[in-house]
């Protein structure tokens, strides 16, 4: 009951003295609301890099810079990585193109078979897979030049020199979907490997059993000369590069943006955080010395609450409560600072960003945690006064009266 009051009293006070209790606030509001910006800003930058980074599945592929040989035994040991998302075998790129007509266009394309599968970064979680060697996924180009949709039927053929002879197989193609621009703008068919090995067999005189396209007999070993090999995340491209190059694999990757952008996120973290450690530390100190100076003020009051019978750990509330307010409704207005100054960066600038992206956001988080760090650090400093104020004797603040 007595805590009670003491909150009631403290609230009264701190109404009725609203000229004083204003002025903290905009003390508060007058740190917070630049660091705001200045986080909102860092955010909304290199937050939008690094997310373009992570977004752009290009920035995880890792490539092979020459022609090797990679047996399953090597396949299936770097499927089992954790770090690796994605991966598939690549045959010969001389080998790996088909020729693509429909009955919807005169034109006939040759396009580049891309061996695909589950997870396929390159292509939309959403998006069809290839399954079988009967369905494909055409690029965009493609799809265009073919005039087919989602759906429709397409013919692809290959052609050899066999035998001392010119020999040409079809086959009928389904279009299971068509990829985005950005997963491969040129002519491509997104194939399941068994049609992208059929049609390299066929181009080098094997048989292809499952087709019915005659020719020599297959080898039992197969090995590839090359992959395609997607990360699970930005982090780990440098890893997988240092363990493939340990292999003697020449590989080709964007680790060094990769690490130029991280580098700038660590470095403007760095900065924001000794900023912002500096300002904190500067209106705590502030507050604490005005909230001290404030029970210094009002000793008179608090010794009468002493004198009712209120305990040392009531009056420790008194200032805290206070505290409380004020860093609440400073966070409040700054905020509102925040979002107005925000509003207008953002609007500036909107002509110069790519589409949807902003150059200064906080997340619903990012305010609750500065809600929490701005309340935690005016109670803190508030707590210094209230132990001074829980040491004042009743007839301190009598002498006074």
Known sequence: MRLFKTLRLASRDYGHEWRMSSCFILALAAVLGPMLVLFGLKFGIVGGMVEQLVENPENREIRPMSSGRFDAAWFDRMQQRRDVAFLVPRTRSIAATIELDSDKSTRIIRAELIPSGPGDPLLPAEAKLPIGMDQVVLSQAAAEKLAVMPGDTAMGSATRRYAGKKEREAIRLQVADIAPVAAFSREGVFADLRLVEAVEDFRDGRAVPALGWQGAPAPQDRS??????????????????????????????????????????????????????????????????????????????????????????????????????????????????????????????????????????LLPQHYGFALGLTVGAAMLAAALAGWRSARIEPSEGLREI
């Open 224 to 361: 590839y000369p090359g992959f395609r090999l997607y990360a699970a995340s930005i982090d780990q491209v440098a890893t997988l590069k240092y363990d493939l190059t340990a292999q003697g694999i020449e590989v080709r990757t964007r680790a060094a943006d990769i690490e130029l952008v991280m580098s700038m996120d660590r470095n403007l973290t760095a900065i924001y955080w000794a900023i912002a450690i500096i300002g904190l530390i500067g209106f705590s100190l502030s507050l604490g010395a005005s909230l001290w100076a404030n029970v210094d003020r009002k000793r008179k009051e608090l010794s009468v609450l002493r004198l009712v019978g209120f305990r040392t750990g009531d009056i420790v509330w008194f200032p805290v409560t206070q505290a409380f307010y004020t860093g609440l409704l400073g966070w409040a207005l700054a905020a509102g600072i925040y979002y107005g100054a925000a509003y207008a960066i953002n609007h500036m600038l909107a002509a110069q960003m790519p589409s949807g992206q902003l150059v200064c956001v």
